[in-house]
């Protein structure tokens, strides 16, 4: 096994990407294997840098963002991301097709693909939209991934 620097978690990913960035608490972090893995597949499906935008969250700096839902980047099994010359709706569509996640939600508000390898049985897929979270279903698929019809 290759020496990797301590502060490296996988190939392309190190600690410092997935930090809270509050500013407020000690950085510590709470980070799922399965998420990073998920995060490597995502990277050599789209051949191109993967920016984590959020990953970890702590309590306190959460309690501010978003109340009222569960949140993932909290227990360290999300997080937010762009990549590099890749629209955000390819990007979503490249997160669907790998397996760990099983949540995942294209924020055109926001302008990050959000995936977390949550427990659920059924898989959750969203767009959210003017700040509205909208459940993605067959129905409304078409609307928002036009190119997808076949
Ligand atoms: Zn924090
Ligand atoms: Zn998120």
Not at 40 to 56: C, F, H, M, P, Q
Not at 66 to 78: L, M
Not at 85 to 95: G, I, Q, S, W
Not at 112 to 123: G, S
């Amino acid at each position: 096994m290759a020496k990797a620097s301590k502060y490296k978690i996988s190939e392309h990913f190190s600690r410092r990407d997935f930090v809270c960035r509050c500013g407020k608490c000690d950085e510590s972090i709470r980070l799922s294997l399965g998420l990073v893995g998920g995060l490597e597949l995502l990277r050599s499906k789209a051949r191109n840098r993967v920016n984590i935008v959020k990953g970890y969250e702590c309590p306190e700096s959460s309690e501010n963002s978003s109340k009222f839902k569960r949140n993932f980047h909290t227990i360290g099994v999300a997080a937010d991301v762009t990549v590099d010359k890749k629209d955000l709706r390819e990007v979503f569509l490249l997160a669907e097709e790998v397996p760990e996640f099983n949540g995942v939600g294209l924020d055109l508000t926001s302008a990050h693909v959000h995936v977390d390898t949550r427990k659920d049985k059924k898989r959750s897929l969203w767009v959210v939209e003017n700040g509205i979270h909208i459940d993605l279903t067959e129905e409304n698929r078409l609307h928002y991934f036009p190119s997808k019809a076949n």
